[in-house]
């Protein structure tokens, strides 16, 4: 019998394991996991009656493969929840401003809620707008950072007060550093396809509204998630999985990987091994990269980066807090002197999560290049949060109850050239280490449905080499 293992219990480990025993029902596999609880950094805390979503939040919809993931694992249409909509804002020069109209991901393609907001000056609007006759971007390098190309299409104003903002906050990487074509390809060929990516923008726009008016269900909104909260889609994964016979191991670190002409043994923290014909590593990559130290090709994962960031809560009775914005949350424009990076209102954008009569807050904190979230006490984090958040809305009392989560060292930077190094190590590894798939957060994409897209690929390419 084929004997896989896979190293790491998150969800791109534990959806690999899905896809091969989907695939090849009779192959035997083994999960490793350091730590004693499955699903990597989705974590939700259940308390008086709150679904406290202490990691990622929700999974972008379009990208159906985990809604259909879940949906075969057991979890009822009616528990697969999708945000309400509401207004969204930016905070910047000391005010929050509502995001206009019609923009996607701060890309504006309706003009004139564009024109008449007052978070853009009208020169950086005309700036802005220059980008309908601009010729594209020549790329010679085959990458350039997300700032860079912003900044040449929709100049500085717009870039720092409206797109930094929203697009950094995904990766937590300088903007200027971040890598477009590692994260946001789609953008460079909107570009190219339209001559400009307020026109190609504009067409992603016409084609999403097409859509919902075909499918109501999506007219709602573009997030989803689980009534219970993301850690439920783990709860019913780790059930299937143990049902279809997988053999999930937990407190039992892997200290290395010995390769031999068939297969690995997988060596474990107790000195024991045990041989396997394939293995898929789906860990952070300062786990694994002290297991390939003699192969250069592998020194990119000692030089790529990570921050830390850190999720607060805040849970407060209604008649404790006064927010007279009407919406769902905001993000921050780095120009602006807070700690925190953004803020979800959870229970306006996800109701189901909280208590009639009750307020929900999800407050981010954590920077590329400040160290607050590994040098500040949970204590002092809840302190900085409410300071910042003393800007945007009246704490009358005291929260209900606090809870932080910190997430050290849990963000790779995508910095420019990170997907040409990436694809060099995947090639090499497909070419040299025919028994071994390496994929997850440090290669292509942090999102929970790109995650499983990439679980799903490194199974096709380890399967075929060694069945």
């Not at 952070?284 to 592998?298: A, G, L």
Request: aromatic share 10%.
């Amino acid at each position: 019998m084929t004997k896989i293992a896979i190293v790491g219990a998150g969800i791109t480990g534990l959806t690999s394991a899905y896809f091969i025993k989907k695939q090849y029902p009779n192959v035997d596999v083994t999960i490793y996991e350091a730590k004693d609880v499955p699903g990597g950094k989705i974590k939700t805390a259940y308390r008086d009656g709150y679904v406290i979503e202490l990691g990622p939040e929700s999974y972008l919809g379009r990208k159906t493969i985990m809604t259909d993931v879940a949906k075969d694992i057991g979890i009822a249409d009616e528990d697969i929840v999708t945000n309400q909509t509401g207004q969204s804002y930016i905070y910047a020069n000391d005010r929050l401003y509502p995001i206009p109209g019609g923009a996607i991901l701060g890309v504006p393609t309706d003009i004139k809620p564009f024109m008449t907001t007052q978070l853009i000056s009208m020169k950086g609007k005309l700036r802005a707008l220059k980008d309908l006759t601009l010729k594209p971007i020549d790329m010679p390098e085959g990458d350039m950072s997300v700032g860079h190309f912003f900044r040449e299409r929709l100049g500085d104003e717009l870039l720092e007060n409206l797109i930094e903002p929203l697009l950094s906050g995904i990766y937590g990487t300088n903007i200027d550093e971040l890598s477009l074509m590692s994260t946001f390809p789609n953008f460079k060929a909107l570009e190219e396809e339209h001559g400009s990516i307020i026109k190609g923008m504009q067409q992603v726009r016409k084609a999403r509204l097409q859509k919902e008016d075909y499918n109501q269900s999506d007219a709602q909104g573009q997030f989803k998630q689980f009534r219970r909260g993301l850690y439920d889609f783990i709860v019913h994964l780790e059930a299937w999985l143990k049902k279809h016979d997988v053999t999930i191991r937990y407190n039992t670190k892997v200290e290395d990987l010995k390769s031999t002409q068939k297969g690995y043994h997988v060596v474990l923290a107790d000195g024991s091994e045990q041989f396997f014909d394939g293995v898929i590593v789906a860990t952070p990559h300062q786990v694994f990269r002290q297991w390939f130290k003699t192969d250069p090709v592998f020194d990119y994962f000692s030089k790529l980066e990570a921050s830390s960031v850190a999720t607060i809560v805040f849970a407060f009775d209604d008649k404790n807090i006064e927010n007279v914005h009407n919406g769902t949350g905001f993000v921050i424009a780095r120009t602006s002197n807070t700690d925190i990076t953004a803020c979800t209102w959870t229970s306006m954008k996800w109701p189901h999560t909280t208590p009639e009569g009750k307020v929900l807050i999800r407050a981010y904190i954590g920077k590329q290049g400040d160290n607050i979230v590994n040098e500040q006490t949970d204590e002092n984090l809840v302190k900085i949060a409410r300071r910042d958040l003393e800007q945007m809305m009246t704490f009358k009392g005291e929260p209900e109850f606090t809870i932080v989560n910190k997430m050290p060292f849990a963000s790779p930077q995508y910095h420019v050239g990170h997907i040409d190094e990436i694809k060099r190590i995947q090639q090499h590894v497909y070419d040299n280490y025919q028994h071994l798939q390496i994929t997850g957060a440090p290669f292509e994409a942090v999102g929970l449905p790109d995650c499983i897209s990439q679980a799903h690929k490194a199974v096709e390419n380890l399967m075929t080499r060694i069945l």
